[in-house]
């Protein structure tokens, strides 16, 4: 089972930045595709950024000037840099993973963390 902890949620006023990180611990295979989605009340989950294991990345229309999205590999960790926050921004964040284990190695599934509340307000 693979258990992802994500940290760097909080309260902020409009303008200023985050740092979001998710960890992946625990005996880990392989990860492929890493993301970010967020998640307000009343509606779905939806992606805001994702990064391959090569690096390749992709945004929402909404935060591709504003975020970016990294990853350690050597840490199985991702992270989302989020500038000039915006009231809009907030939601919770939800970090997913593609991976497999060492016990399933040929088996990836979909594992996302607990969430984490970004509360953008003056």
């Known amino acids: 089972q693979v258990q992802l902890v994500e940290s760097g949620g909080g309260l902020v006023q409009p303008g200023v930045s985050l740092r979001l990180s998710c960890a992946a611990p625990?005996?880990?295979?392989?990860?492929?595709?890493m993301g970010w989605y967020v998640q307000v009340p009343g509606k779905e989950r939806v992606l805001v950024a994702a990064i391959t294991s090569g690096g390749s990345t992709n945004y929402a229309d909404s935060v591709k000037v504003r975020f970016t999205i990294s990853r350690d590999n050597a840490k199985n960790t991702v992270y989302l840099q989020m500038n000039s926050l915006k009231p809009e921004d907030t939601a919770v964040y939800y970090c997913?993973?593609?991976?497999?284990?060492?016990?399933?190695?040929?088996?990836?599934?979909?594992?996302w963390g607990q969430g984490t509340q970004v509360t953008v307000s003056s």
């Open positions: 625990g005996r880990i295979f392989s990860i492929n595709a």
């Open positions: 997913n993973a593609a991976a497999a284990t060492m016990r399933n190695p040929t088996y990836v599934r979909n594992y």
